[in-house]
């Protein structure tokens, strides 16, 4: 592996968010808030390692598969590192166990907290917060190739290692291109969602914190009450859909921006995370039919936490831990399974979920036929074997970090449903899980190296286990 190649592109990534850190400065002088050089050393710090790390070394960036895998998986762990600087710094968060954890939830965009009381913290943490939610959203290494054009060079390998599902969409010939497009999409949604917020009564500081958390499907708040704070059924409905887009393959919303919207009906993916989302939303809501007075409320609050957990956002509007046991029982298989390929998502993803069943279904076919010839299709398209053997590894893969974590949890102290629930929540990138860290928990009682594992779970959940399991093996390492 090019070492010199990989601590070169670390140090432009550093630099980026060097200048990241200084967004929430404007925040911190209007609010008077106290944090401001807080924000101004930790962008010194990131300023000074970039440049080291990129100046210092000669020749351009040229990267290969391997390089692509580290650059991802070092750069995502340096962002929530120095990331975490400002919650230190300011003493909001003054453990770096602790700092290192929301830091990690916020770039994952995970939204698991450790922070027990949301209202005397910064405003400009509190938009930090948020800012973390909204790089990592798309991902940090395509927003960095869109706007810096010296990591041109070997960007594929960065966007394949980077972008979330089975396979990674090309929009254009060039990758940069295709970055800058994605991000495009990304940013009106995000304006869209923040003019319509503040139509519905939050300030520009609210909306603006909650678009970015929303789009990203990330759900840290300004609340502690999180959305349910709010009060207001316009404003869940607003969130409700910007959520629902956000599990959406954004190749499908590019290409309905430029009026090919017939796309999005031909998308087989599609259409099982609707039929996914509106079976599950009937099941909650005639399970909750008696712990509600108001249909209203209990259609609303079903959609809401349905969507919310699906798209692993991880806002809440009710204590879904009081709703009867069949309607946490949907929540948690959809906390398993995500959003959609290609979306801002966690989770395993609906089109391997869709594989996994026509796979099953083909096998099926095979026993009564075993001279058939049949081929497992997805969009009229045939599927390639290695792709559907990247899914069952990964489907293996992914039950077993879930156990193995698990057992780890408990092993620290954890009781079973908080040992499982907090799994489930930082792997899949939801944010709330079950028992100790439930809706209206947090993760600030779970113990030092129990937080350090969940962090390296929701890193595992938002790489999509390959990127970065790949590292663990001496070969990936030699030339």
């Given at each position: 592996?090019?070492?010199?190649?990989?601590?070169?592109?670390?140090?432009?990534?550093?630099?980026?968010?060097?200048?990241?850190l200084?967004?929430?400065?404007?925040?911190?002088?209007?609010?008077?808030?106290g944090?401001?050089?807080?924000?101004?050393?930790?962008a010194?710090?990131a300023?000074?390692?970039?440049?080291?790390?990129?100046?210092?070394?000669?020749?351009?960036?040229?990267?290969?598969?391997?390089?692509?895998?580290?650059?991802?998986s070092?750069?995502?762990?340096?962002?929530?590192v120095?990331?975490?600087?400002?919650?230190?710094?300011?003493?909001?968060?003054?453990?770096?166990?602790?700092?290192?954890?929301?830091?990690?939830?916020?770039?994952?965009?995970?939204?698991?907290?450790?922070?027990?009381n949301?209202?005397?913290?910064?405003?400009?943490?509190?938009?930090?917060?948020?800012?973390?939610?909204?790089?990592?959203?798309?991902?940090?290494?395509?927003?960095?190739?869109?706007?810096?054009?010296?990591?041109?060079?070997?960007?594929?390998?960065?966007?394949?290692?980077?972008?979330?599902?089975?396979?990674?969409?090309?929009?254009?010939?060039?990758i940069?291109?295709?970055?800058?497009?994605?991000?495009?999409?990304?940013?009106?949604f995000?304006l869209?969602?923040?003019l319509?917020?503040?139509?519905?009564?939050?300030?520009?500081?609210?909306?603006?914190?909650?678009?970015?958390?929303?789009?990203?499907?990330?759900?840290?708040?300004?609340?502690?009450?999180?959305?349910?704070?709010?009060?207001?059924?316009?404003?869940?409905?607003?969130?409700?859909?910007?959520?629902?887009?956000?599990?959406?393959?954004f190749?499908?919303?590019?290409?309905a921006?430029?009026?090919?919207?017939?796309?999005?009906?031909?998308?087989?993916?599609?259409?099982?995370?609707?039929?996914?989302?509106?079976?599950?939303?009937?099941?909650?809501?005639?399970?909750?039919?008696?712990?509600?007075?108001?249909?209203?409320?209990?259609?609303?609050?079903?959609?809401?936490?349905?969507?919310?957990?699906?798209?692993?956002?991880?806002?809440?509007?009710?204590?879904?831990?009081?709703?009867?046991?069949?309607?946490?029982?949907?929540?948690?298989?959809?906390?398993?399974?995500?959003?959609?390929?290609?979306?801002?998502?966690?989770?395993?993803?609906?089109v391997?979920?869709?594989?996994?069943?026509?796979?099953?279904?083909?096998?099926?076919?095979?026993?009564?036929?075993?001279?058939?010839?049949?081929?497992?299709?997805?969009?009229?398209?045939?599927?390639?074997?290695?792709?559907?053997?990247?899914?069952?590894?990964?489907?293996?893969?992914?039950?077993?970090?879930?156990v193995?974590?698990?057992?780890?949890?408990?092993?620290?102290g954890?009781?079973?449903m908080?040992?499982?629930?907090?799994?489930?929540?930082?792997?899949?990138?939801?944010?709330?899980?079950?028992?100790?860290?439930?809706?209206?928990?947090?993760?600030?009682?779970?113990?030092?190296?129990g937080?350090?594992?969940?962090?390296?779970?929701m890193?595992?959940?938002?790489?999509?286990?390959?990127?970065?399991?790949?590292?663990?093996?001496?070969?990936?390492?030699?030339?």
């Amino acid at each position: 592996m090019n070492v010199n190649a990989t601590l070169k592109a670390l140090g432009a990534l550093l630099l980026f968010l060097g200048f990241m850190l200084l967004t929430p400065l404007p925040f911190s002088l209007y609010f008077k808030d106290g944090a401001a050089y807080s924000f101004l050393l930790s962008a010194v710090a990131a300023f000074a390692a970039g440049a080291g790390l990129y100046f210092a070394i000669p020749g351009p960036i040229r990267l290969s598969h391997r390089e692509g895998f580290a650059i991802v998986s070092l750069g995502w762990v340096a962002f929530a590192v120095f990331g975490s600087l400002p919650f230190m710094l300011s003493g909001e968060i003054p453990h770096p166990v602790d700092a290192f954890f929301e830091a990690m939830s916020g770039i994952s965009t995970t939204g698991a907290t450790v922070i027990t009381n949301l209202e005397p913290i910064a405003k400009s943490i509190l938009f930090w917060r948020a800012t973390l939610h909204w790089m990592g959203g798309m991902g940090i290494i395509v927003l960095t190739i869109a706007v810096l054009p010296f990591l041109g060079v070997g960007g594929m390998q960065l966007f394949q290692a980077e972008v979330p599902g089975p396979t990674a969409d090309r929009l254009s010939p060039r990758i940069q291109d295709t970055a800058k497009l994605l991000w495009g999409v990304y940013f009106i949604f995000t304006l869209a969602e923040l003019l319509l917020l503040m139509l519905g009564g939050m300030s520009f500081f609210e909306a603006i914190c909650h678009a970015f958390a929303t789009m990203a499907t990330g759900g840290f708040s300004t609340e502690n009450a999180s959305l349910g704070g709010f009060d207001s059924a316009y404003l869940q409905f607003i969130v409700v859909l910007f959520m629902f887009l956000a599990g959406i393959n954004f190749s499908l919303h590019f290409y309905a921006l430029r009026g090919a919207v017939g796309n999005y009906w031909k998308s087989s993916e599609l259409k099982f995370y609707l039929t996914i989302v509106g079976a599950s939303f009937v099941v909650v809501f005639l399970g909750n039919v008696a712990a509600y007075e108001s249909h209203f409320r209990n259609a609303l609050d079903s959609a809401f936490q349905v969507i919310a957990i699906i798209t692993t956002t991880g806002f809440v509007t009710a204590d879904y831990e009081l709703w009867p046991v069949l309607s946490q029982y949907v929540l948690v298989f959809l906390m398993l399974l995500g959003g959609c390929a290609g979306s801002t998502a966690g989770g395993m993803k609906c089109v391997r979920l869709l594989l996994l069943m026509k796979h099953a279904y083909h096998q099926i076919f095979l026993n009564i036929h075993p001279r058939g010839v049949r081929n497992l299709k997805i969009d009229h398209k045939t599927v390639p074997n290695e792709v559907i053997q990247g899914v069952l590894g990964f489907f293996a893969l992914y039950i077993g970090i879930f156990v193995g974590g698990s057992m780890v949890m408990a092993f620290l102290g954890l009781d079973f449903m908080t040992a499982a629930g907090s799994v489930i929540a930082c792997l899949g990138n939801v944010g709330p899980g079950l028992g100790e860290v439930g809706p209206t928990d947090n993760f600030a009682q779970i113990p030092a190296l129990g937080k350090l594992v969940l962090a390296g779970l929701m890193l595992l959940g938002r790489l999509e286990i390959f990127t970065l399991i790949v590292l663990a093996f001496p070969s990936f390492w030699k030339r």
